[in-house]
Each structure stands twice: as C-alpha cells, then as structure tokens.
C-alpha cells in the first residue's frame, strides 16, 4: 500500500510539473515572439541601436511573460503582493537580459558583424542563456510555493514539544492564501 501512495505521489509531482512547464513554456514562446521579433523591428525597421532596442523589446516582452505567469502558469503558487513580484522579477530579467546584451555587444562592437543574421545569432544564443536563468530564478524567488498543506486535523490539536512548550500541530495556512504546495518538493 505504501509503495502505491508513493508511486501516486511521484506521479502526480510529474504530471504536476510537466504541465507547469508546457504553460511556462507557451508563455515563454509568445514573450519570445514579443522580445524577438520586437528588437528586429526596433533594430532594423525603426533603426534604434542595436543594445537599446533589446532593453525594450525585453521590458515589453517581460511584463506580457510576468502577467501570464502571475495569472496562468504560477496562479496556484503563494502570492506575495504584486509590487514585490513585480519588482522582484524585473530585477531578475534584468540579470537574465545580461547574456543577450553581452552577446550581441559583442558581435556588433567587437567582431564588428552588423547584419542581421549575425545579430539574431547573438541574440538566439543570450536569450537560451538568460531563459534557464529565469525558469530557475521565478520559481526560487518570485513565484514562491504555497505553504505546506497539512492533512486534515484534528481540531484544537497540540503536542507538547520536548522544552515543554505547546505547539499546534495540523495547521492550515490563512483562508485568503489561494494556493497549493509545490508539487516538486518531497514529503
């Protein structure tokens, strides 16, 4: 009986996480779009610079991949309060535009390659980079896992603790937190 809850638990952990990367994943490929085909547009339609029309096609990109993860992908996740998960995850976009922006400085300044193929190459190879960042930083600092949910309790249950202390035992996270624990962690 145990090895079924086990194999149950493992299996619902990886549906769990399979669908929450084919929704970061559908998010993140429309941001792509957004980011990619925004910065060739600024780059070569509007003739913006090549640095600066990254910076922002990223933030248009950015905003439209952090509402979609707030509200669709990590919605079942512990919010804690929009401005600092705003705030939060433009920092950690600022970090993840580093590679990018690296990469085509590069071509463009120092191997003085100005055309377009050369620029999508840099700018393909910064943003695989600066994604696994992302997908790694959102869920550790941004998109936060709901508090442990605990079996039902038993009301009013308490044990004493080895100091002698009381301590609640079963209790469940405040009525107003819409969220669910975090299917990879481990029981």
């Known amino acids: 009986m145990r090895d079924v809850q086990l194999l149950r638990r493992a299996y619902e952990r990886f549906a769990a996480l399979i669908h929450e990367l084919i929704k970061f994943g559908l998010v993140g490929a429309i941001a792509f ?24 096609a ?12 707030r509200f669709w992908t990590y919605r079942h996740r512990e919010q804690s309060g929009l401005a600092r998960e705003y705030v939060l995850f433009f920092v950690l976009n ?10 085509i400085g590069f071509v463009t300044y120092s191997l003085g390659l100005h055309d377009a193929v050369s ?7 910064g943003v695989g ?10 869920k550790k600092w941004v998109f936060l ?5 605990a079996e039902e309790p038993t009301v009013g249950a308490a044990v004493g603790t080895a100091e002698g202390a009381v301590e ?19 029981s």
Not at 58 to 69: D, R, V
Not at 145 to 149: D, G, N, R, S
Not at 168 to 179: E, F, L, T, Y
């Open 94 to 103: 600022g970090f993840g535009l580093l590679p990018p922006l690296l990469l």
């Open 168 to 186: 609640r035992v079963g209790a469940r996270p405040h009525s107003d937190v819409k969220a669910q624990p975090d299917p990879l962690t481990t």
């Open 145 to 149: 896992a709901a508090p442990e949910l």
């Open 58 to 69: 990223t933030i248009i990109a950015a905003t439209f991949a952090y509402l979609g993860n």
């Open 33 to 56: 779009v957004i980011d990619f085909g925004g910065t060739n547009l600024l780059r070569f339609g509007v003739g913006m610079g090549p640095l600066f029309s990254k910076v922002v």
């Open 119 to 125: 620029y999508n190459i840099a700018q393909f190879v």
């Open 129 to 138: 980079l600066g994604t696994l960042f992302r997908l790694w930083s959102y």
